[in-house]
């Protein structure tokens, strides 16, 4: 596939143009998954959830609806790397065992601005993949990044081409671990429909092995209900070599099985950002764009985040940290609560819940903070706007902790029991896990961590 655009260059009377010649042409050798017996999948049509191819250079920003092309592509791209899996395609979707649906949601590049920069391009494509009768087996996310130096300043030329190729091509090389890692195509033998797929406890191969706790048993799935989105996010490793937030990333990827079953929030609307995947662009462009897009009058959303938050010690409100956030210059590079807050606001849902595995104490635990500041004592709370519910995990003084026993939050291993135990009833389930979060945390960290409920008026 062939993308020609302009790039402008600032300071230059004139433009280059480049071409992006998007084509999956892998460099190694991959060997056939080993597998007992090896599904027939059938590939249905790639669709288009992106805003569109972007470019953004020094001085200029393009951006245009590339649909046909970009699907082209990551179509071919699907299809070589089932066939280097060793996974056969079926004609139709009655002669197949599962049925894969693919989605390009994200294709941007983007140029440094500096004396010898390089090409940023990410490449995000989503999977769900269905029994024939239409039963959920597995969905992820996947992104894929690709940089490339900059040959000759102001003229992106090859870079740019050479970065949006490496980006689809970690695609396709992070699709391959999915498969191998989550055991996805096992499950189609199994007869894996949406109440019984397991969360698999996370790995990380040069730690000690996580814990296996209760809530990983998935509750019964409730009936699908079209009108609930969601934004689920866990950042528990972030780019500027902040701290661990222990168990984020595990703690949403189990939230938004919980979400999809207990709240009956379609796979198609919910939106999970793991880790790099969550950067201020990202919040960006799904409290801001995605939801806007997608919610309509009457509907319902839910919005859980684990991980880091900051405070703004000169003016003490509070921020979520994203995965390319740095606290010194949390206003530049965090998402303000308020911000979150304002943009839920305009939604025109008859309710939406916000669930927060976080602090903004600066103090330790969830939260950080600038280098040489003080935490705070005191923290100014944004108010919460109507019509709006927001169950946090500790007071502002407060911290978060994480549940060492269970490889959880703190926070988040009670408010998915609750969801497990009282159903939808949000009210009911802060009944529940307030006593008990508050239990564990002086019993077992000699520490106060008192869980808030704020509601809009």
């Given at each position: 596939m062939k993308l020609g655009f302009l790039l402008l260059a600032a300071g230059l009377a004139g433009c280059a143009t480049a071409t992006v010649d998007l084509k999956y042409a892998?460099?190694?050798?991959a060997e056939p998954l080993r597998l007992a017996r090896v599904p027939r999948l059938f590939l249905s049509e790639i669709e288009d959830r992106s805003l569109g191819f972007s470019y953004a250079g020094v001085g200029a920003t393009v951006s245009a609806r590339l649909a046909g092309p970009l699907l082209d592509s990551a179509r071919d791209a699907v299809r070589l790397e089932l066939s280097r899996l060793g996974i056969p395609l079926a004609e139709s979707r009655e002669k197949s065992d599962a049925v894969l649906r693919a989605f390009v949601t994200a294709a941007n590049a983007t140029?440094?601005?500096?004396?010898?920069p390089s090409v940023k391009s990410t490449f995000a494509?989503?999977?769900?993949?269905?029994?024939?009768?239409?039963?959920?087996?597995?969905?992820?996310?996947?992104?894929?990044?690709?940089?490339?130096?900059?040959a000759v300043p102001g003229f992106p030329g090859d870079g740019v081409n050479l970065a949006m190729n490496a980006a689809l091509a970690d695609t396709m090389l992070k699709l391959r671990r999915a498969f191998e890692d989550d055991g996805v195509l096992e499950r189609v033998f199994r007869g894996l429909g949406p109440a019984a797929v397991a969360i698999e406890p996370a790995r990380a191969p040069v730690e000690a092995a996580l814990p296996v706790s209760d809530i990983e048993q998935l509750p019964s799935a409730s009936p699908v209900r079209p009108r609930a989105h969601a934004i689920v996010i866990g950042i528990e490793r972030y780019r500027e070599g902040l701290p661990k937030a222990d168990f984020a990333a595990r703690d949403a990827k189990l939230a938004a099985e919980y979400f999809k079953r207990v709240l009956g929030v379609p796979a198609e609307n919910l939106a999970l950002l793991i880790d790099d995947r969550a950067t201020n662009v990202d919040f960006q462009?799904?409290?801001?764009r995605w939801l806007p897009n997608r919610v309509?009058?009457?509907?319902?959303?839910?919005?859980?985040?684990?991980?880091?938050?900051?405070?703004?010690?000169?003016?003490?409100?509070?921020?979520?940290?994203?995965?390319?956030?740095?606290?010194?210059?949390?206003?530049?590079?965090?998402?303000?609560?308020?911000?979150?807050?304002?943009?839920?606001?305009?939604?025109?849902?008859?309710?939406?819940?916000?669930?927060?595995d976080s602090c903004f104490s600066g103090a330790g635990g969830r939260s950080v903070i600038a280098k040489g500041a003080r935490p705070l004592v005191s923290l100014q709370s944004a108010e919460v706007p109507p019509n709006i519910t927001v169950l946090s995990a500790s007071a502002g003084d407060q911290i978060s902790n994480s549940y060492q026993e269970k490889g959880h939050g703190l926070f988040t291993y009670y408010f998915l029991k609750g969801l497990k135990d009282k159903g939808a009833d949000f009210k009911a389930v802060y009944g529940y896990l307030k006593p008990e979060v508050s239990r564990i945390a002086r019993e077992q960290y000699n520490a106060d961590q008192d869980p808030q409920w704020r509601q809009g008026k």
């Open positions: 892998p460099a190694v050798a140029v440094e601005a500096s004396f010898s494509m989503g999977f769900q993949l269905r029994t024939p009768a239409g039963d959920q087996i597995w969905s992820n996310e996947i992104v894929g990044h690709g940089v490339q130096r900059v462009k799904y409290f801001e309509k009058e009457g509907d319902e959303v839910f919005v859980y985040f684990s991980g880091h938050g900051s405070p703004n010690p000169a003016k003490g409100d509070a921020y979520l940290v994203p995965y390319d956030g740095d606290p010194t210059y949390i206003e530049q590079t965090g998402y303000s609560v308020k911000r979150m807050y304002e943009h839920l606001a305009k939604l025109p849902a008859k309710r939406v819940v916000v669930a927060m």
